[in-house]
Nanobody, 126 residues
């Protein structure tokens, strides 16, 4: 059974930090790209970051560049999202997802992710 399980999010003050984890099982972790997405109330789901498990290449949304870092522990089949300098606009439900990478180990577009976690709430207070 394929599973992606996010760690519990939480409430943090603006300027604070939080680390999310995504534990994967039931599929060949090294063959997939793992992405983090988020959805704020009343807004569409958006991509935050992605890492290709095969070569470690990463991408970030402009809104989080320089503040968020994605990294993986392939031995543990786990991907992390380190979030620093959090802002109230980062408040959202965060999801991790797994999808087959595009040629060149590139992260796929959101619609092509096959497996999704249940989501975890991150709230950043002013």
């Amino acid at each position: 059974e394929v599973q992606l399980v996010e760690s519990r999010g939480g409430l943090v003050q603006a300027g604070g930090s939080l680390r999310l984890s995504c534990a994967a099982s039931g599929f060949s972790f090294d063959d997939y790209a793992i992405g983090w997405f988020r959805q704020a109330p009343g807004k569409e789901r958006e991509g935050v970051s992605c890492i290709s498990s095969s070569d470690g290449s990463t991408i970030y949304a402009d809104s989080v560049k320089g503040r968020f870092t994605i990294f993986s522990d392939n031995a543990e089949n786990t991907v992390y999202l380190q979030m620093n300098s959090l802002r109230p606009e980062d408040t959202a439900v965060y999801y991790c997802a797994a999808g087959s990478p595009l040629p060149g180990s590139r992260c796929p577009p959101m619609r092509e992710y096959d497996y999704w976690g249940q989501g975890t709430q991150v709230t950043v207070s002013r």
